[in-house]
């Protein structure tokens, strides 16, 4: 992945505003709180608000109403080499009784395609409300997903992106159900998990 979240800056004065040091500007409302107290709390998308332009190696999210709030919070940024996706501090899915929803809703959220976009909306890549689609229970929508329903647009351009996705997907699933068989195995999950250190997809195990 090129791409990774990172939390946008702001300055807390006119001057430092104008020198485009940070990713976002204060409003009118902003500075004037600045002024009045040099600590007080700034509120995203009323007291600052991200710059649009972006810049050479970051860009805003998405001017639409379901980012309302996040853009002016997070932006993009670009790494200088692209990094194997990690799960370091995210809930990940647990090897006990009356887990199975929990674990595949968490399945879902993070390989499913989704989007916030209602004008993207389809069958494939549902807006993420939609991600369970007409299934009761979490499970059984990715009981559904897995039943010969991965793709999407791009895999279909791109016939060899599903099976990197299925090489990657099956690792991940591999890893949490190798640690419910060995001791070994299980200890090394309870490290893994007390320590939150990341879980690197596309490393065999």
Not at 54 to 83: F, S, Y
Not at 128 to 145: I, S
Not at 150 to 157: L, V, Y
């Amino acid at each position: 992945m090129y791409w990774k979240p990172e939390l946008l800056t702001y300055t807390r004065s006119a001057e430092e505003d104008g020198r485009n040091s940070c990713e976002a500007s204060l409003t009118a409302r902003g500075r004037k709180k600045c002024v009045e107290d040099a600590n007080c709390e700034l509120v995203p998308g009323e007291d600052y608000v991200v710059k649009d332009s972006g810049g050479d190696d970051w860009v805003a999210l998405e001017n639409v109403p379901a980012m309302a709030t996040l853009r002016h919070q997070w932006i993009l940024r670009r790494r200088r080499r692209p990094e194997a996706p990690q799960f370091k501090g995210c809930p990940l899915p647990k090897h006990k009784p009356g887990a199975a929803e929990q674990n595949a809703r968490i399945t879902m959220a993070y390989f499913h395609p989704w989007t916030l976009r209602p004008c993207w909306d389809d069958v494939h890549v549902p807006c993420a409300h939609k991600l369970k689609g007409d299934c009761e229970t979490w499970k059984e929508a990715l009981t559904q997903w897995l039943d010969g329903n991965i793709i999407c647009a791009e895999s279909q351009r791109c016939p060899g992106l599903l099976t990197k996705f299925r090489f990657l997907f099956l690792n991940f699933l591999c890893w949490y159900m190798s640690c419910c068989f060995t001791p070994r195995a299980r200890r090394s999950r309870h490290i893994f998990q007390n320590c939150n250190f990341g879980c690197k997809l596309g490393i065999p195990f």
